[in-house]
């Protein structure tokens, strides 16, 4: 068995959920990046010792939000050292419309895994793409990098569509499986 870490940022809660699912797949430990985009040390060691690190973030204005970056940027010491080389990561993003520009925030998280000469596991899933599809089906947003989930902008935490949450905890299994065969 793999040790897999979720670490996000959530601004109103609908990507926290999104990361519970995804922890719940993956048999993952959660971390959550706080308000001022800080995690602990202990959560640092947890990083480092982790198989696999699930990224997620909301996607603001196009990309992830700044807390999410101001993490991002503090990985540079473990990349300065090489800390998370070869390690297996995954990501997701979370916005209120069914597009938002989500796909500019999951390269970002895609770059930073490459940058620390990780392993991306993609989505694996084909899109829901039929006439007959609904929000309630698996992949309905058609993503294929990375997890991509939707909650509009006055739907409450509860009102994550169901599809995206099952998505989500069928990624966080994918990456946690992948991340046993390679270790």
Do not use: C
């Not at 897999?4 to 959660?30: M, Q």
């Not at 959550?32 to 959560?43: E, V």
């Not at 300065?80 to 419309?97: I, L």
């Not at 520009?101 to 993609?122: N, P, R």
């Amino acid at each position: 068995m793999s040790k897999v870490i979720v670490v996000y940022h959530s601004g109103y809660g609908h990507t926290k959920v999104v990361a519970e699912h995804v922890a719940r797949g993956a048999d993952a430990t959660l971390v959550a990046i706080d308000a001022n985009g800080d995690i602990s040390d202990t959560d640092w060691t947890a990083l480092n010792e982790a198989d696999a690190i699930i990224m997620g973030a909301p996607t603001y204005m196009g990309n992830v939000s700044w807390q999410f970056k101001k993490f991002a940027d503090a990985t540079s010491k473990v990349w300065f050292t090489r800390g998370w080389q070869d390690k297996v990561f995954g990501g997701f993003t979370n916005s209120a419309s069914p597009n938002g520009d989500k796909q500019v925030a999951l390269i970002t998280l895609q770059t930073l895994a490459s940058q620390h000469g990780g392993i991306w596991v993609s989505l694996g899933l084909p899109p829901s793409n039929t006439k007959a599809a609904t929000s309630n089906d698996p992949n309905n947003l058609g993503g294929s990098v990375g997890l991509l989930t939707r909650a509009p902008a006055d739907a409450s935490v509860d009102e994550v569509h169901k599809g995206d949450l099952a998505t989500a905890e069928l990624y966080g299994k994918r990456v946690s499986e992948i991340a046993s065969r390679l270790k």
